[in-house]
Structures are given as C-alpha cells and as structure tokens.
C-alpha cells in the first residue's frame, strides 16, 4: 500500500493540515466557491487514502483492514458530483484508520492507549468504542484486532490536533458560509456500505440508505424529497436503518438555525468491481443521480431561502 498524496484542487477558500507522519500531504481539503451557486456542502470523512509508512507498519494486517475500513473512493464520487454541481466539497485524506471523523473525540477505547486513559478518572467506553470501532478502531469483525501494539497519548492527541479538530472546524466554517449566503444551508455526509443482503429478490437490499437521525437533524421535507428522489431514480432506498447518521450530524446539523444535515450511504456494488476493490462501471451513473438529487435539494432550499424561516 503506497502513500498517495491527493490531487491539486482550485479552491477559494481552503484549510489544510497535514496528516500526521506525511510531510506536505494535506489531512483534508475544503474547496468553496464565492459566492457559492447553491447552499450544500459534500463532506467525505471516510475516503482517505494518505497511510504513513509508520501507520502501515503497525497494523497486523493492513490490506485487509484498510479496505474494510474505507468508504472506498468515496471520494472520487463526492468530487463528480461538486464538479457537476458546484456544491461545496470537503474531503478528508487521512484514513479512518486513523481516525474517524465520524466520532466523538472522546469515544475512546482506552485500552489501546499506553497508560489508559487520563486522570484523575477512567472515563466509560462509548458506543462505538465498545464495538471496536471508536474514535481509531480496534478490531474487524472476521479479521480481529486491527493493530500490533498501543498507540502512546502523544500519538492520539496529535492525531485529534491535526485532523480531527480541523476538519470539524472547516466543516463548521463552510456550512457557516453558505447559511450567510443563502440563510440556510444543508450538509450531506457522503458515506458508502457494504450489500446489507442479496441484491434481488423481493427483499432486495437497499442501493442507499438516508439517515437524518429519526428526523433530528433536518427539515423532514428534505428526507423526503430525497427518498422521492432515488426511488424515482429506480434505486432501492431505506432511511435511518441501520445507518441514521453519526457524530457528523449529531455536532453540526442545527435545523433551527437553517443548518441541515443528511448522511447518505452508498451500497459499494453501485460504484466498485464485483471484488469492491476499484471504481466499476458505475460510477458514472451513481455521481448522475447523486448530482440530481443535489439539484433537486437545492431547489426546494432556495424556494424556501430557509426551512427555518417558519419556525422562528
């Protein structure tokens, strides 16, 4: 697996920082228009694909539990569709193996950090800690423990310094922008899922899943159209379950204020080869539907100017 450094982009308003142990390698890129051509923002925690020699090296079987743990070219597909769009566009490059932006900073499985966690008291694994999949994931399921050794306190605070606060800060910054623009604004956290089921049948499994946190984290008008949207796309869709959304949505949507957020999750058969390794045939096709239902998202928000409006 080697490092890669992502492709140069023209960005207005950019706010990088390095991924830890990748000299010039950017954690994640914030690309911006002025003035912006429509309220969305794309983000992309999961696409990264910047592994530092010293992080490959301490994973017991990094291949494996590096495609696992990606949201494989996501994103290549976020990309398509802001190009198509002119949506705004952020995307991380460090790895997930890292760390996940997609959790709380505190949601820590101590027991991989040397000395445990901090005094004066042990603080409770959350949620996804408990599973092995926290803030840097532990184990796989059918692949075990994903590291050979702890990781040292220094090593995890650099990581939060260098990536996970500035990432959440620019994703902050830009929905920010867009809402004093627009008066609203709407974060779509692009995701991609394994097949949750066999893909024909009458119980076929679904092509997406949009997750709004049971109805927390936006206007349900936009879930709505957003199911209207895929299933007259002819894709299979389900909202909330399994997948309703993270920390992403739970930190930033604050549909009072005009700020939504919906997490959309792919099925990587749409997208990859039949091994879900590379970009398949079609991608092409899932950027297309995915640039429409942005389209169609940010018609319904500019018609409006902001969902809020009537609740204030």
Same mark, same amino acid.
């Not at 008066?183 to 049948?201: E, V």
């Given at each position: ?13 950019? =706010? ?32 990264? =694909? ?149 893909? =024909? ?55 009072? =204020? ?55």
């Amino acid at each position: 697996m080697a490092n890669q450094k992502p492709p140069g982009r023209e960005s207005n308003s950019t =706010r990088e920082r390095e991924v830890p142990g990748v000299v010039g390698a950017p954690a994640f890129s914030l690309s911006v228009l002025d003035p912006a051509p429509l309220p969305i923002l794309i983000a992309v925690p999961h696409g990264g =694909r910047v592994y530092p020699e010293a992080l490959v090296a301490s994973m017991r079987n990094p291949a494996a539990a590096s495609l696992r743990l990606e949201d494989r070219f996501t994103d290549l597909v976020g990309e398509t569709v802001a190009r198509a769009t002119g949506a705004a566009l952020l995307v991380a490059h460090a790895p997930r193996a890292m760390i996940d932006l997609n959790r709380a900073p505190d949601d820590v499985d101590w027991d991989m950090v040397a000395g445990g966690a901090p005094e004066p008291r042990r603080l409770a694994l959350g949620r996804r800690a408990r599973s092995g999949l926290g803030l840097v994931p532990r184990r796989l399921p059918g692949l075990g423990e994903v590291w050979r050794r702890r990781m040292t306190p220094d090593d995890l605070a650099d990581r939060l310094a260098r990536v996970h606060v500035p990432y959440h800060a620019a994703l902050a910054s830009g929905l920010e922008t867009l809402r004093d623009q627009w008066g609203t604004a709407l974060l779509i956290d692009l995701h991609s899922m394994p097949p949750l089921g066999p893909k =024909r049948g009458a119980d076929a499994a679904p092509d997406f899943v949009i997750g709004d946190r049971f109805g927390a984290s936006c206007d349900p008008s936009l879930s709505a159209t957003a199911f209207d949207h895929f299933t007259q796309a002819g894709s299979r869709v389900v909202q909330n379950r399994p997948y309703a959304g993270g920390y992403v949505l739970d930190r930033h949507a604050a549909p009072a =204020r005009g700020v939504h957020a919906l997490q959309i999750e792919i099925c990587r058969t749409c997208y990859l080869d039949e091994r879900m390794q590379e970009l398949g045939p079609g991608l092409a096709y899932i950027a297309r539907i995915l640039a429409g239902l942005v389209k169609r998202l940010a018609e319904e928000l500019a018609a409006g100017r902001s969902l809020a409006q009537a609740a204030e």
